[in-house]
Every structure is written in structure tokens, then in C-alpha cells.
């Protein structure tokens, strides 16, 4: 089954202990971003990926950090969490620049 | 600028009815409009999409209308059905894949 797969689903963590969020898909689709969806925001676009080794940031970028070391993979590094970073974050993949993103399930995190 | 302004913030219709949604943006370098369609405890799945060449696109009950001028574009719903009662994104991107979601649009579609 053609799917975007993150880890962990949920997640509870404390103030500045270093942690990565997972994600994988199995399209090989070259495309790949990070969002954060919090309630009145909407989803906002932390990083994306067109290719691997090639990243840019997106609109909220402060404290997050990306690599696409292989194509399938664009995991999500919270070097020092903190409780503002406390949110359901989305990992998504397109074979075409910005068509259809197929999004995963979603991470709930949560820093106390 | 780079937002993209969507209303109503939530909307109620009745069973059979036609549920719209109206999105805005200001930059005309965006040339990828699609709408998401999010249920709970889900991520938000691709329903429908159009480029600025095209004035509407139909996608069974679903029609994205889009006016290049007013740089506005729309959802309709035709015939809603309790399963629609969702949240909806619209969203825009360009030729860099960065893209702008809107706030969302929280349907309830009465039985």
C-alpha cells in the first residue's frame, strides 16, 4: 500500500531533551515536507524537500531541523524542544512539485 | 504577500444542499491551487486541484472555481452528505514547492 509513514504517533517529552520524528514513504516520490497543524492556524510548512541532500525552509523553521540522506526518508529533529513546539505535526511526499502531497497520519507532540 | 485567507471559518448545510468555500491569496507567483479534505484523527487527503489556466475543474460532486483576475478561488459541494462533515484546507504553491495552507473551513453537514 502507497503510504507516508511516521513515528511515533504521540509523543510526550520534556524541555530540551533532544528528539526525531520519522518519516518514510514508499512512492518514491521525490517530494517531501513537514507541517505543523495547530487550531486557528491551520497546517504551517516547517521544511520541504525537492530532491535528496536539497532542503529549504518554509515558514516556520525556527528550531526544527530536516535531512534527506535517501530519498524515502525526511525525518524531523527537535534539537532542544520546547513547550511552544507542542503541536500535531504532519510528514507529506508528491511525485510532482507541489501536486498532490499524500499526507501520513500524523504526530502528536507534546513538550512539558 | 504569502497568506492565503479561507471562509467561513466553520459552516453548517443541510443534507442535499451545496456547502461553498471561499479562499483568497495575493501572490501571483502561486500556480497550484488544491483542496484537502481532513477528517479527525487523520491526515488531510488531495480531493481536488487547478491551475490558473482553467477557469473550474469537476470532480463528481466537488468543483473548484477559480477566477485568475480576483485571484479567488472556490470549493462547492453539490449534494452535501453527512460523510462530507469535515475539515477543509484550500491551499497554494508554486514553482519552488512552497506552499500556503489556508486556516481551514470546519463542515457539518446536517442529516
Known amino acids: 500500500e502507497a503510504q507516508v509513514t511516521q513515528n511515533p504517533r504521540y509523543l510526550i517529552t520534556v524541555t530540551g531533551k533532544k528528539l526525531t520524528v520519522t518519516c518514510s514513504q514508499n512512492m518514491n516520490h521525490e517530494y517531501m515536507s513537514w507541517y505543523r497543524q495547530d487550531p486557528g492556524l491551520g497546517l504551517r510548512q516547517i521544511y520541504y524537500?525537492?530532491?535528496?541532500?536539497?532542503?529549504d525552509k518554509g515558514d516556520v523553521p525556527e528550531g526544527y531541523k530536516v535531512s534527506r540522506k535517501e530519498k524515502r526518508n525526511f525525518p524531523l529533529i527537535l534539537e532542544s524542544p520546547s513547550p511552544n513546539q507542542t503541536s500535531l505535526y504532519f510528514c507529506a511526499s508528491s511525485l510532482i512539485r507541489g501536486e498532490g502531497y499524500t499526507f501520513g497520519s500524523g504526530t502528536r507532540l507534546t513538550v512539558v | 504577500q504569502q497568506q492565503v485567507k479561507q471562509s467561513p471559518q466553520s459552516l453548517i448545510v443541510q443534507k442535499g444542499g451545496i456547502s461553498i468555500i471561499n479562499c483568497a491569496y495575493e501572490?501571483?507567483?502561486?500556480?497550484?491551487f488544491p483542496w484537502y479534505q481532513q477528517f479527525p484523527g487523520k491526515g488531510p487527503a488531495l480531493l481536488i486541484a487547478i491551475r490558473p489556466d482553467v477557469s473550474e475543474k469537476k470532480e463528481g460532486r466537488f468543483t473548484i472555481s477559480f477566477n485568475k483576475s480576483a485571484k479567488q478561488f472556490s470549493l462547492h459541494i453539490m449534494d452535501s452528505q453527512p460523510g462530507d462533515s469535515a475539515t477543509y484546507f484550500c491551499a497554494a504553491s508554486d514553482r519552488d514547492d512552497k506552499i500556503i495552507f489556508g486556516k481551514g473551513t470546519r463542515l457539518h453537514i446536517l442529516p
Open positions: 524537500s525537492m530532491n535528496v541532500e536539497v532542503t
Open positions: 501572490n501571483t507567483a502561486f500556480d497550484y
